[in-house]
């Protein structure tokens, strides 16, 4: 039985390097010199008769053959750990740390966030908030919850939520679009869903002013709004909490299709099959698919 498993040694040694991308992070990791883990690596080559990684420079890239074996490998680890664990743990409780954009955070996920503790009391969660989608960080990120059009390469993607950009502002504020893009109106730096664009599908005509602010979160445009300081174009996913309590309504009818969205990212450098993974990204599906 199992006549053609790899050397445990060997598979640890391709997952670590792939995971961390080069031999010198894997080799401390494992508690190996660099050399030990290349010559693990390159064993584990010639016993499949396949390369895994393009050696470049200062870093390995999988080949097509090392990018459909790491996910095999992750997976084969994931259930002896998670099995190991089950058997012959102490029965702590996991944690996930989860980063999300502050808007997103404030906005969609809090809200939502006690309904998943309930259902999974055994998982403990960290919470860390970012103001751009590519903020960096030291911190591993177990779910990274971003704003774009789902491109990043660092990780597996999974679609989140994506609806429309609707102008909203303080209900006495309301009225046609021409008395809307009069202003005041309020901008988020760096979105593409922009005021001039909005201007430009609904009423080209119309000379538009410049923005009286220019913000870098959503929470605080629609602060803004809020206190009547004008107009903000907003994902109608964050506006919504101020819709339904009715501090702010929709200054007019017009709205755009949101180019962009929100989506998971799952980094290549985690473990994507952890089961307390699985269940809050299963979760937060399940909840944008709800509204």
Not at 28 to 48: D, I, K
Not at 49 to 65: D, I
Not at 111 to 127: D, M, S, T
Not at 252 to 262: T, V, Y
Request: proline share 7%.
């Amino acid at each position: 039985m199992f006549t053609h498993l790899p050397p445990l040694s060997w598979l640890r040694a391709f997952e670590a390097s792939a995971r961390l991308g080069n031999f010198t992070r894997a080799a401390e990791e494992l508690g190996l010199t660099p050399s030990a883990v290349s010559y693990q690596v390159r064993a584990l080559e010639a016993e499949l008769g396949r390369k895994l990684f393009a050696r470049q420079r200062r870093m390995l890239v999988l080949t097509l053959a090392g990018q459909n074996y790491l996910p095999v490998v992750t997976k084969a680890f994931s259930v002896i750990e998670t099995g190991t664990a089950g058997i012959f743990g102490k029965n702590n409780p996991a944690t996930l740390t989860l980063r999300g954009l502050s808007s997103f955070n404030v906005l969609w996920l809090m809200p939502r966030i006690g309904a998943f503790r309930q259902a999974h009391p055994e998982i403990n969660l960290r919470i860390l908030s970012a103001s751009w989608s590519e903020s960096g960080g030291r911190d591993p990120i177990d779910i990274d919850i971003r704003y774009g059009d789902g491109t990043w390469p660092d990780g597996a993607v999974v679609a989140l939520c994506k609806g429309d950009v609707v102008p909203v502002c303080a209900p006495a504020l309301a009225g046609p679009i021409a008395t809307v893009l009069q202003g005041p109106l309020i901008e988020i730096t760096g979105a593409i869903d922009t005021w001039a664009q909005f201007q430009q599908e609904h009423a080209p005509q119309t000379a538009l002013p410049d923005p009286v602010y220019v913000v870098d979160q959503s929470l605080v445009a629609l602060e803004l709004a809020k206190s009547g300081q004008g107009y903000a174009l907003i994902a109608d996913t964050l506006a919504a909490p101020y819709l339904v309590r009715g501090d702010l309504v929709l200054a007019c009818a017009a709205i755009l299709p949101e180019r962009l969205g929100h989506y998971i990212v799952l980094p290549h450098a985690g473990n994507h099959h952890r089961p307390e993974i699985v269940a809050c990204v299963n979760w937060l599906v399940d909840q944008a698919r709800l509204g």
